[in-house]
């Protein structure tokens, strides 16, 4: 019989890779990985994803199935000595896994040690980060991993699952005497985790300890639950890669004008206090999603901002909902930044060439000589503000950079700017 005094967590943690619950797209039983598990075959591979969502028990679950003894370090604590250990074990024995947690945070020398051994296929390397491997695991290590796994948080179904068993289980869970919980407290427990096993099973194991003592076992009711899950099924890391996708669904949800969902990421950000993220976000998306077709919302965007900066939270929700609303349901068009990426690109491209010389700063003795503002016309000596003059440089004569959008205020604008282009065709200017 296992530990009592282990946390249920730990008691529980899958034996075998047909004990996980969830993850089928990573190990299910039509995935490659569990195919090669279940043939004895572990290749070296990378387990990413947000804390309690399994990476630990699916590398022990993975080493247990294939019958190989894994050796568990942690990059932030273990040096040298121990991957040496590691390998000088797969040496004798032949059947080693070597399971580093936290693998980003590997230094040179750690990483000096591991990859000649993974190199030569003595160590088979299983690596778990919270962290975008992409982004943070060394390009050397990266190549030398069969697979990249992404786990993602277990539903609610699953971690009833999960929580079910450990109600059934004597031997390592909960089951030695009955307990009655309804299952709509489960599920309650269920959706505080978040998505996180660990966190469930700590929430089930509270909530037991917690529970009135009957004659028919133990008896957990709806007050216990409410206590036991109190500010609980949130967590938010700003630096983390789960932080940069939430900024981003913040801002396609406003992008393509879907409310509930642009205020349900806004209260994610503001929930974790990331008030100085939101205001920056919310001032890109005035000018990059709504731009010309309302270019009144990047002045109301500005005056949200500042008043969110100076009443701070939890007062600055209110005009930070006020404008995400306003965003969302305005027209949009990206066209401005759209036409100066497409002038930066011939610009980088070299697609530069020589200003006119009617164009040039003639603001210097000498500059008449040079035949610099020679020719220049002023447009506000002529009717309407306009005359007929070219200004792009010759080998640039006739490209547009600009396509207006007929929608919102930007169709006055496109109104505007055709009947220039018609001008200029008619006077001869451009093509």
Same mark, same amino acid.
């Given at each position: ?6 946390? /249920? ?6 034996r ?9 797209h ?6 490659? &990985? ?17 804390p309690?969502?399994g ?8 080493? +247990? ?15 040298k ?57 060394n390009?050397? %290590? ?21 929580? @079910? ?60 639950v ?5 500010? +609980? ?5 700003k ?6 996708? &939430? ?9 393509g004008?879907?409310?509930d969902?642009?205020?349900?990421y ?8 990331? /008030?100085?993220?939101?205001?920056? +976000? ?17 002045? @109301? ?11 701070? /939270? ?6 930070l ?5 306003? /965003? ?26 020589? %200003? ?22 002023y ?12 200004y ?11 396509e207006? @959008? ?9 109104k ?16």
């Open positions: 019989m296992r530990n009592r005094s282990e946390p /249920l967590a730990l008691r529980m943690r899958p075998t890779i047909d004990d996980i619950v969830g993850q089928a990573v190990i299910g039983p039509k995935t490659p &990985l569990y195919k090669m598990v279940k043939k004895g075959y572990v290749p070296s591979l990378l387990l990413y994803g947000e309690g969502t990476k630990t028990s699916l590398a022990y679950a993975i080493a +247990r199935t294939a019958g190989r003894e894994l050796v568990a370090i942690n990059a932030t604590s273990a040096g000595k121990e991957i040496e250990e590691a390998a000088e074990a797969a040496r004798w024995s032949g059947n080693v896994v070597l399971f580093i947690d936290e693998i980003h945070r590997l230094n040179k020398a750690q990483q000096d040690v591991l990859l000649p051994h993974l190199e030569s296929g003595l160590i088979t390397l299983i690596g778990a980060t919270t962290e975008n491997p992409f982004h943070e695991v390009p050397a %290590i990266r190549s030398r991993c069969g697979q990249i796994q992404r786990l993602k948080r277990l539903e609610p179904a699953d971690l009833l699952i999960v929580l @079910k068993r450990a109600l059934t289980d004597s031997v390592r869970g909960l089951g030695a005497q009955p307990v009655k919980i309804d299952e709509a407290l489960l599920w309650r427990i269920a959706e505080a985790a978040g998505g996180d096993a660990r966190a469930a099973l700590s929430l089930l194991e509270a909530a037991v300890a917690a529970a009135d003592e009957r004659d028919d076992g133990l008896y957990v009711d709806e007050a216990i409410a206590s036991c899950t109190a500010n +609980r099924g949130f967590t938010h890391d630096y983390g890669d789960h932080y940069y996708s &939430l900024l981003s669904a913040f801002q396609k949800s406003v992008r004008s879907d409310v969902a642009a205020l349900h806004l209260a994610r950000l503001l929930e974790g206090g990331d /008030l100085v993220a939101v205001c920056r +976000r919310l001032l890109v998306i005035a000018y990059e999603d709504v731009g010309l077709a309302n270019p009144l919302m990047g002045v @109301k965007v500005q005056a949200a901002v500042a008043a969110a900066e100076r009443i701070g /939270l939890p007062e600055a929700r209110i005009p909902a006020t404008v995400t609303i306003e /965003l969302c349901l305005s027209p949009k068009s990206n066209s401005a930044y759209k036409a100066l990426d497409a002038a930066l690109a011939d610009v980088r491209a070299g697609k530069v060439g020589e %200003i006119p010389d009617h164009l040039k700063d003639a603001h210097y003795q000498g500059a008449a000589v040079l035949g610099h503002g020679q020719g220049y016309l447009p506000h000596d002529y009717p309407n503000g306009w005359v007929a003059q070219s792009l440089p010759s080998t640039l004569a006739g490209v547009r950079y600009y207006p @959008k007929e929608h919102g205020d930007e169709k006055h604008y496109a505007v700017y055709r009947r220039l282009e018609q001008l200029k065709r008619e006077s001869a200017i451009g093509p």
